[in-house]
């Protein structure tokens, strides 16, 4: 399906902040997750203009329209997927799984050894199917007592090619 899409990845400009953050709302909300839930959400899936210039932010836009983005923040040899959002009408689509490819590509190219990414509960399967595996859990920034899958995607493996996975 991801060969069929018509799309370009490009990175994000400080001007197209609060669309991103609406499209993450939005597509968290795709989960059936409730109001109150997705307002305590809201914090956390902000993206300000100064983090868009800051940080490596790419979008997918399929016939001019935003249909996902993802974020990078790196530390030491880690890396960590902080965002991967995708329109509700773009999921199972094929845009995550290029998106994700691309995050993977440019987290190699800067030199990072490890992906390191808290999923939320229902992209869990999604993150598998890409190659990360699971190694525990974090505890979620939005509610205390809530935890989320924790994933590690390795860099340096031969073992682990993003454009062979689903």
């Known amino acids: 399906m991801d060969k069929a899409i018509r799309s370009n990845i490009r990175q994000a400009i400080a001007a197209e902040a609060g669309l991103l953050t609406e499209l993450a709302l939005r597509s968290k909300g795709y989960w059936g997750y409730d109001a109150e839930f997705l307002q305590d959400c809201r914090i956390d899936l902000t993206l300000t203009p100064e ?94 007592g809530r935890m989320l899958p924790l994933l590690h995607y390795p860099l340096r493996s031969s073992q682990h090619n993003p454009s062979s996975a689903v």
């Open 51 to 144: 983090f868009l210039a800051s940080s490596p932010v790419f979008l997918i836009e399929e016939q001019g329209r935003i249909a996902g983005f993802y974020s990078l923040e790196g530390r030491g040899t880690e890396v960590e997927l902080l965002h991967l959002f995708v329109e509700p009408w773009a999921i199972r689509r094929g845009f995550g799984g290029r998106l994700f490819r691309h995050a993977v590509e440019t987290a190699r190219a800067s030199g990072f050894e490890q992906l390191v990414i808290g999923s939320d509960p229902y992209a869990l399967e999604f993150y598998e199917a890409m190659g990360a595996r699971r190694v525990g859990h974090v505890a979620s920034i939005v509610r205390p």
